[in-house]
């Protein structure tokens, strides 16, 4: 799971105003080893629908949906020396919406489809040959996707979580397939442990 595609067309637009998300987003602390930031951003929903297979069908989707935009941040994992595994990858997004009504309604619309699941986040993972199953969760909706690049098996695991007009979302992969489900669970708990209960709910 890569988040770099995700940059060229969102990193530093005016048009949405993310910063006021940022705590909602997962902090170092939240991760359970050392990770490095590598970058963070806003984004609209034309950004996110713009990085499909289908640009057009997901913009309107996703305008229709009342998706205002949102903020990421990517972490990797910093590994000590070589030879290296395949890094750990954390994306942690929050999506705005106009209402509580509507961020409930998308993430109960969202489907164990590879396509829709690469598409709800700002990231990259490979779809030709790739499944997607959803899972068992305590919270939210968790999804796998697993897909091939090559010789390396990309496995992915995405949450997402209504909260007011927010969807908390955080993606968890790596290219050797050695991510767990436990790790967005873990992400996710450890977030909202800092935020304490109810921070998360509604508008910043």
């Known amino acids: ?10 990193q530093g637009t005016p048009r949405f105003n993310g910063e ?9 602390e939240d991760l359970s080893q050392p990770f490095l930031e590598q970058t963070r951003g806003d984004f609209t929903a034309a950004d996110l629908g713009g990085l499909s297979r289908r640009p057009e069908e997901r913009k309107a989707e996703y305008r229709g949906a009342g998706m205002e935009g949102g903020r990421f941040v990517f972490w990797k994992q910093a590994l000590p020396r070589p030879p290296f ?17 509507q961020a409930a309604a998308w993430v109960d619309r969202l489907e164990a489809d590879p396509e829709r699941i690469r598409d709800s986040g700002m990231l990259w993972a490979p779809l030709d ?29 995405a949450l997402h979580e ?6 908390l979302s955080v993606f968890v ?18 977030r909202d442990a800092r935020l304490g209960v109810g921070a998360t709910s509604g508008s910043p």
Do not use: W
Request: contains cysteine; hydrophobic residues 50%.
């Open 1 to 10: 799971m890569l988040a770099a595609a995700a940059l060229a067309g969102c």
């Open 20 to 28: 006021p998300l940022n705590p909602l987003l997962c902090a170092a």
């Open 85 to 101: 595994e395949s890094p750990v990858n954390v994306v942690c997004q929050v999506l705005s919406f106009e209402t509580a009504g």
């Open 129 to 157: 040959g790739a499944v997607a199953e959803e899972l068992p969760a305590e919270r939210g909706r968790l999804f796998r996707l697993e897909g091939s690049e090559g010789d390396a098996r990309v496995v992915l695991y």
């Open 162 to 167: 209504a909260r007011g007009n927010l969807v």
């Open 173 to 190: 992969g790596d290219r050797d397939g050695r991510t767990l489900a436990a790790t967005a669970l873990d992400i996710a708990a450890a």
